[in-house]
């Protein structure tokens, strides 16, 4: 494994320093709101390096749905294409680290089934999917 090298994006990666650097008690909610979120560290698949995502806590049952929307932006975020090299994350929700599998869901109707879930848990991911072509990916995370 690589270092860790921070997103580009600033508030980004402040989120992860408060988050991981208060052992998972600070900084887990989106900005000033009560919506939850978990942490997917990720091996770069070009520099090999610690990535670490912040995304929204989605959940089916016991597993995590996460949502490559990146604002709706055209194209995939990078992080994408991680998870495609190397399914093997760590996944901290609040205190909790777990070591988890991700797949990308390609079945249309399981996909859609999860989007559901996922537009219920923080609705502006429609919106996002609403002003680009992209289908924004859906993966699930499974506990090893
Ligand atoms: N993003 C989402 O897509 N969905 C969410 O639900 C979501 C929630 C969320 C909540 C809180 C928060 O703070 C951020 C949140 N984000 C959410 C933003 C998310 O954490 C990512 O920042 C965002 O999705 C963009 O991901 P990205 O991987 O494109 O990050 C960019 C900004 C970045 O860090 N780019 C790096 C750079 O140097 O430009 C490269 C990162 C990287 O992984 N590089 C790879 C490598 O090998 O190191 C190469 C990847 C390649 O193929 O180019």
Request: glycine share 8%; with cysteine.
């Amino acid at each position: 494994m690589g270092q860790y090298i921070p997103s580009t994006w600033e508030w980004v990666a402040d989120q992860v320093e408060i988050y991981e650097g208060s052992g998972g008690t600070e900084g887990t909610n989106l900005r000033d709101t009560d919506l939850p979120v978990i942490i997917v560290t990720n091996t770069g698949h070009k520099t090999g390096a610690i990535r670490k995502t912040p995304l929204m806590k989605v959940v089916d049952g016991d597993r995590y749905i996460l949502i490559a929307s990146k604002g709706g932006r055209p194209l995939n975020p990078h992080w994408y294409h991680n998870l495609k090299a190397d399914p093997n994350v760590e996944i901290r929700d609040k205190t909790e680290v777990c070591s988890m599998k991700v797949r990308e869901i390609e079945d249309e109707e399981e996909r859609q089934r999860l989007w559901e879930l996922g537009v219920e848990a923080y609705p502006p991911y429609q919106d996002y999917q609403d002003k680009t072509e992209r289908v924004i990916p859906v993966f699930v995370a499974e506990a090893v």
